[in-house]
């Protein structure tokens, strides 16, 4: 699944290329795509129809496109927002319209500058397209509902590492879990996850409980850091799924250290990578770096 500089890669992308314009007509061709769209395709095409998309936003691994009737429009609550969720496979690609559809093309939108069109494609269809009014959030800004609960991420300008670390060392869990939890903060996922914990030399059954402040500091950095060079190289692209408006792929999967190393030298110290099961998914980290802890959570 797209973790948040893939993410936020797309959400740059559609801000230069769909914000400003406004829309024409759109099309759903498979209904899953709005699943999440409870009122049908008939109410989701209509609110969007004749709109102006205002800002691109991101929280954690969601974007959203705010709406409005003019360019003057400042987003105020209760204004539509087209909220996406790539999931695992979803693609928003800019294409001009005499591009051939592509075989796993969900939802069409047009503008009325008759310039290149957005296309949500999605082969899985775990992704999807819903539209929502937008809502005060606790800490402050406007988000669209099913957003509300998702924690701020260690790129946001707004996010406070020392209450992340706080909410990380309340929970009674493994630091990996913790870390995946969108609720203490967002953004991060298995791939990230693991690179972190190797640049700060933690192992991912850590107890949150048994964590100092320092380490939490520790990790929360590692992570920023680590995706913040991911996006600098376009993301982590393992296959073609993984593309920006364009189609293009990212390729920061060349500077993994850990993540799909499995048996491969540790950059660090030579020791060879190991893979171990994790919540139906695989776990990497260093033997010699990351000791299991004694007490590690299962």
Not at 27 to 44: K, N, Q, S, Y
């Amino acid at each position: 699944m797209p973790e948040l500089p893939e993410v936020e890669v797309v959400r740059r992308g559609l801000a230069d290329h769909v914000a400003g314009r406004r829309i024409a007509t759109v099309t759903v061709a498979h209904p899953r795509a709005i699943r999440r769209h409870a009122a049908g395709a008939a109410d989701f095409t209509g609110r969007l129809a004749g709109r102006l998309v205002g800002a691109v936003r991101r929280r954690g691994k969601y974007l959203w496109l705010e709406l409005a009737d003019a360019a003057q429009d400042a987003p105020q609550p209760g204004d539509d927002a087209v909220l996406a969720h790539l999931g695992m496979s979803g693609q928003m690609l800019v294409a001009d319209h005499g591009k051939p559809d592509e075989k796993h093309l969900r939802v069409r939108v047009t503008f009325d500058d008759d310039g290149p069109e957005l296309r949500f494609v999605d082969q899985r269809t775990f992704g999807g397209l819903s539209a929502h009014p937008l809502a005060p959030a606790a800490g402050g800004g406007l988000l669209p509902a099913p957003v509300a609960h998702i924690a701020r991420d260690p790129m946001d300008p707004a996010f406070v590492l020392d209450d992340a670390v706080a909410g990380i060392r309340r929970r009674r869990t493994g630091l990996k879990r913790a870390l995946l939890d969108q609720t203490v903060v967002s953004g991060i996922g298995n791939i990230y996850a693991d690179e972190a914990l190797w640049r700060a030399r933690l192992h991912w059954a850590r107890p949150t409980e048994s964590l100092t402040r320092a380490q939490g500091r520790a990790v929360l950095t590692a992570a920023a850091e680590v995706m913040d060079e991911a996006l600098a190289q376009g993301g982590t692209s393992f296959d073609a799924l993984y593309v920006n408006v364009n189609g293009a792929s990212g390729y920061f999967d060349r500077s993994l250290a850990v993540y799909g190393q499995t048996d491969r030298a540790c950059p660090r110290c030579g020791t060879p990578i190991r893979r171990e099961a994790f919540m139906n998914r695989s776990s990497f980290s260093c033997p010699r770096c990351q000791p299991r802890p004694r007490n590690a959570h299962p």
